[in-house]
């Protein structure tokens, strides 16, 4: 394989503090070890196979013929079929007995179903990104350590390996019956090396968790499948040690096969909080919506001036972009980048996101910290200096700072929750000035933020872009869903950004985002789109998107960022919690079992505007 297989071949693995993907040729080909933003051992998923890798697979042959997720478990079954026979391969990653402290592992165990299939592994280790070559040395039960630097990993396997050009290879033959297994584990280098994991036992206890989790969703719709599937996916980006969920767990997955819109998402984002918040609590997941919570709170605590649209998974607050020019990037994309300069923008709708989901976390009964009051009045403070600037808004665009809609929007949004939140929960501070502020900004943007001409909220102030971001207005409880402005809004938007039945985000040829243009769909505006047919009442119309959308999804259910309807690709980081968000909503909003209108913390009827 010279290049790098679909992203859509790819399937998840995960500990919920780490993950990796493989494809359906049995290849690992990323893989960040001991947390979602170290540095990867197995980066063949940005460059060629001496970047990193690890394969099992039949000797001869192609991809697997089937795959799937045992039920309710993010454990990967990979079936291989030859001419002399049939095995399965079970993929996983134990979780850790102590979170953030026990070692990390990916086992894999080949099982006999059929016949005799001579089967190979290759597995080549590279740290820091596949540009250093450890060190390995056989250890006196067999296992092969590799050393470099701060990072050790171990190999156990009965099989017998063997090395050649910084490579470790080995050749086995697997009969109907028999399981053999491999196990691959990291440690610091400068620590005894911990015990492998005893692949049965493990497989037993990784399914068991799973299973345990699983039945804790409270989803009982005609789409269990996807809606469980989007759950499990978002455990998986949670990192467990501070409750903070990834975006996604690569980096520099192109949103246009070729171009330079390859960012890092292995970070967390104020923006998600809302939708993070609204989907584990619709499923039933309020020890996970309260750890979220508390990792916010822990995030943003400080001085607001210093908050930022972004942060590591244990809250840190620097993340410094660079490139690795040694790496070709994916299909040729680049340049790849790791870290994320975004978190130096300033990104208005934060503020929104934040209160809101501490107002929405209160109204579902999760315990809050006595300073969240305080802090959120600190933050309103900040906020009533800054909400007229300009910014990069949701997009974080690299141009110019604008007066985007939906950034006004998401500041409305801050106030009204927190006048909400005074009168319903006793939030102290000065409401009348708030209520004010609010009547201010809703005045500024129907005036400033509707273009007469085009019909339509558009993407900033007097501007004539379209901006699929203006979909969240009646879902925030702004407008009324039949208020003409929004129904025309709908239109205009299906009209200038539909592509292929799914909806872009805004129109790169026409937006100064400071970048070139190209990209593909992307797939959470499609689903707020289905959310606003629903609260139009045009329920057929919103089923038959959603079920397109489903459809989009890869063979064990996972979406990336966004989708080309051209190429019928996946593209962007893989795979992705916003489109699993979107997903999980909009299936309980078919169900009624979460009112639009409180999507982001409205305490208001379903289609009602303040």
């Known amino acids: ?183 691959l584990t990291y440690h610091a280098s400068h620590l005894p090396r911990p015990p492998s994991p005893k692949a049965d036992e493990a497989l037993a206890q990784t399914v068991a968790f799973w299973e345990r989790w699983s039945r804790q969703s ?38 246009h096969l070729g171009g330079e819109r390859n960012w890092d998402y292995r970070f967390c984002w104020l923006r998600d909080a809302t939708f993070t918040l609204s989907s584990l609590l619709a499923a039933g997941y309020t020890d996970e919506a309260a750890d979220w919570c508390d990792w916010l709170l822990r995030a943003v605590a400080g001085v607001a001036t210093q908050m930022q649209p972004l942060y590591g998974i244990a809250g840190e607050t620097r993340i410094e972009e660079y490139t690795l020019d040694h790496l070709p990037g994916y299909h040729g994309s680049q340049p790849v980048r790791i870290g994320n300069a975004a978190y130096t923008q300033l990104q208005l709708d934060m503020f929104g996101s934040v209160i809101a989901t501490f107002h929405e976390a209160r109204r579902a009964g999760v315990t809050m910290h006595h300073d969240a009051g305080a802090m959120q009045v600190h933050l309103l403070r900040q906020l009533e200096k800054v909400w007229h600037k300009p910014d990069e808004g949701i997009w974080e665009v690299r141009g110019e700072p604008q007066h985007f809609v939906h950034s006004k929007l998401m500041c409305w949004v801050a106030f009204d929750r ?11 501070g000065p409401v009348d000035q708030w209520k004010a502020t609010r009547a201010k900004l809703r005045e500024e943007i129907l005036a400033r933020g509707y273009n007469e001409k085009l019909g339509a909220f558009t993407q900033a102030y007097g501007g004539k872009t379209l901006d699929a971001a203006v979909l969240l207005m009646p879902l925030v409880g702004f407008v009324k869903p039949d208020d003409p402005r929004m129904l025309s809004t709908v239109k205009a938007i299906e009209s200038g ?58 063979d064990v259910g996972l979406l990336a960022e966004e989708y080309d309807p051209r190429t019928r690709q996946q593209l962007g980081n893989f795979p992705q919690a916003f489109s699993h968000f979107a997903l999980i909503d909009t299936a309980f909003h078919f169900e009624g079992a979460a009112c639009m209108g409180n999507q982001m913390g409205s305490i208001l009827p379903c289609g009602k505007a303040a």
Request: hydrophobic share 40%; glycine share 8%.
């Open 218 to 255: 409270r989803y009982e719709g005609p789409w269990q499948d996807p809606v469980n599937r989007s759950l499990v996916t978002i455990k998986a980006l949670t990192y467990a040690p501070t409750g903070g969920i990834v975006a996604a767990p690569t980096a520099s997955l192109p949103e």
């Open 1 to 183: 394989m010279p290049k790098q297989p679909p992203i859509s071949d790819y399937a998840l693995l995960g500990d919920c503090e780490t993950a990796a993907l493989v494809n359906r040729h049995g290849g690992i080909d990323w893989l960040c070890w001991p947390r979602f933003d170290s540095q990867a051992c197995f980066t063949r998923l940005l460059g060629e196979e001496d970047h990193g890798h690890w394969r099992i697979a039949p000797l001869t042959g192609g991809p697997c013929a089937t795959r799937r997720y045992l039920p309710g478990t993010l454990v990967l079954e990979s079936r291989f079929d030859t001419d002399t026979g049939a095995v399965r391969v079970l993929d996983f990653m134990p979780i850790r007995e102590h979170a953030g402290q026990s070692p990390s592992s990916v086992v894999r165990l080949v099982e006999g179903i059929e016949g005799s299939v001579d089967m190979c592994m290759e597995l080549v280790i590279r740290f820091d990104y596949g540009r250093t070559v450890p060190w390995l040395s056989r250890l006196s039960d067999g296992s092969l350590r590799a050393v470099a630097g701060p990072d050790a990993v171990v190999l156990d396997t009965p099989v017998r390996t063997h090395g050649k050009a910084f490579k470790t290879f080995a050749e086995f033959t697997v009969k109907a019956g028999e399981r053999v297994p491999f196990s």
């Open 497 to 554: 950004l539909k592509s292929d039945g799914l909806i872009l985000r805004y129109d790169s040829e026409d937006c100064t985002d400071g970048l070139p243009p190209g990209e593909g769909a992307f797939l959470a505006c499609s689903f707020w789109l289905a959310d606003n047919y629903i609260l139009q009442g045009q329920r057929d119309k919103a089923q038959s998107l959603f079920e397109h959308l489903l459809s989009m999804r890869n």
């Open 418 to 428: 927190a006048v909400r939140s005074a009168e319903a929960f006793g939030l102290r």
